[in-house]
Antibody
Framework: ELQLAESGGGLVKPGGSLRLSCAAS????????MNWVRQAPGRGLEWVSSISNVGTFIHYADSLKGRFTVSRDNAKNSLYLDMNSLRAEDTAVYYCAREMAELDAFDIWGQGTVVTISS | QSALTQPPSASGSLGRSVTISCTGTSGDIGGYNLVSWYQQHSGKAPRLLIYEVTKRPSGVPDRFSASKSGNTASLTVSGLQPEDEADYFC??????????FGGGTKLTVL
């Protein structure tokens, strides 16, 4: 079964840091571009970042202004998101998502991990 | 504020059809044939319904169809079923801005 499973979310104070992980199974992880997408409470979806299959190409949403870093370890079938200088507006469910065939469409999603930024 | 504009709500009667619009610009929807649509039930992860403007992944019923004209994309749900009640999001490739999403439309089946 094709699966993505996020972990690492939690409650963090403003200005703090957090590392999210996403474990992939059931498909050849190293062949796919992977993405992070977040959803603030009661809000819409917001694309966060993408990383190509071997990490050559990395892109971020302009709004993140260098605070987040995406990486992957194909040997471990894992995707990561390092988040620094966290703000209240970063509070959201963070999803990892597989991109299908470089079409900017996300065909496999994890269940999400909740990140809450609050003092 | 989301980059793509969707109506916040839509409704349709059981068995009828409803169309949801998604308006962008020439820098996203109008410039690329890379529009996608997602369905999200409450508390669940999104599900891909449509990619490349009109294509359905395997397993998505043909009751879901989509199109694009200029800077506006549309999703039509035909033969509305109770399980179609959900939030629907459009997205588009937007060049150097990556992927942009709409704010979502809450579909109610009457």
């Amino acid at each position: 079964e094709l699966q993505l499973a996020e972990s690492g979310g939690g409650l963090v104070k403003p200005g703090g840091s957090l590392r999210l992980s996403c474990a992939a199974s059931g498909f050849s992880f190293s062949l796919y571009t992977m993405n992070w997408v977040r959803q603030a409470p009661g809000r819409g979806l917001e694309w966060v970042s993408s990383i190509s299959n071997v990490g050559t190409f990395i892109h971020y949403a302009d709004s993140l202004k260098g605070r987040f870093t995406v990486s992957r370890d194909n040997a471990k079938n894992s995707l990561y998101l390092d988040m620094n200088s966290l703000r209240a507006e970063d509070t959201a469910v963070y999803y990892c998502a597989r991109e299908m065939a470089e079409l900017d469409a996300f065909d496999i999603w994890g269940q999400g991990t909740v990140v809450t930024i609050s003092s | 504020q989301s980059a793509l504009t969707q109506p916040p709500s839509a409704s349709g009667s059981l068995g009828r059809s409803v169309t949801i619009s998604c308006t962008g610009t020439s820098g996203d929807i109008g410039g690329y044939n890379l529009v996608s649509w997602y369905q999200q039930h409450s508390g669940k992860a999104p599900r891909l319904l449509i990619y490349e403007v009109t294509k359905r992944p395997s397993g998505v019923p043909d009751r879901f169809s989509a199109s694009k004209s200029g800077n506006t994309a549309s999703l039509t749900v035909s033969g509305l079923q109770p399980e179609d009640e959900a939030d629907y999001f459009c997205s588009s490739y937007a060049g150097s801005s990556g992927v942009v999403f709409g704010g979502g439309t809450k579909l109610t089946v009457l």
